[in-house]
């Protein structure tokens, strides 16, 4: 089944320590991005991949990290979580940048104390 | 990429066909009109999109004006499993690798 796996599903961790979502998707997906969800802001991305070793900043990067050493997974690293990344965190994955539909991962409600 | 407006909030009977409709009156000539749903705080699922020819599938059809300042998505036979906020995106071939979600559109289905 074609899909996108993040991980963890819930996470409450404390102010500072650092922390990693994982995501994979096991459709051979050249392109790969993450967005944060938050109440009457809606979906905004927060970093992309367009293949291995290319990524590039979204609309709200900061404090945030990203690495793509393989097609399939795209791990978002907070080095140093502060309360205001507390929010629901999406994965997404696609062909590519035209005419293709996105795929996205079930979520990550992270809260940070 | 262009903007998109939808009405807040839609209420369709159960069984019958909700018609969700969105203006992006500065769309361009190379920018597709998309549809993505998000039930409760699930990850959004596309479910069209279409550049300016109607379009169909398994879960809705995609309506756009010949002007292409508007389109509406139909859902046939509305179900209970329906009930989601339902967003519609423009986005160029060129533009940046991103969906750009805006308040979308609350459609309650009800039994």
């Known amino acids: 089944e074609a899909q996108v796996t993040q991980n963890p599903r819930y996470l409450i961790t404390v102010t500072g320590k650092k922390l990693t979502v994982t995501c994979s998707q096991n459709m051979n997906h050249e392109y790969m991005s993450w967005y944060r969800q938050d109440p009457g802001l809606g979906l905004r991305q927060i970093y992309y991949?367009?293949?291995?070793?290319?990524?590039d900043k979204g609309d709200v990067p900061e404090g945030y990290k990203v690495s793509r050493k393989e097609k399939r997974n795209f791990p978002l690293i907070l080095e140093s979580p502060s309360p205001n990344q507390t929010s629901l965190y999406f994965c997404?994955?696609?062909?590519?940048?035209?005419?293709?539909?996105?795929?996205f991962g079930q979520g990550t409600r992270l809260t940070v104390v | 990429d262009a903007k998109t407006t939808q009405p807040p909030s839609m209420d369709c009977a159960e069984g019958r066909a909700a018609n969700l409709p969105c203006n992006h009156s500065t769309i361009s000539g190379n920018e597709y009109v998309y549809w993505y749903r998000q039930i409760h705080s699930q990850g959004p699922q596309y479910i069209i999109h279409?550049?300016?020819n109607n379009e169909t599938n398994e879960m809705a059809s995609l309506i756009i004006t010949e002007d292409r300042k508007s389109s509406t998505l139909i859902l046939p036979h509305a179900t209970l499993r329906d009930t989601a906020v339902y967003y519609c995106i423009v986005r160029s071939q060129e533009g940046a690798q991103k969906l750009v979600f805006g308040q979308g559109t609350r459609l309650t289905i009800n039994p």
């Open positions: 991949s367009m293949n291995v070793e290319v990524t």
């Open positions: 997404a994955s696609s062909w590519g940048r035209v005419n293709t539909e996105a795929f």
């Open positions: 279409g550049l300016k």
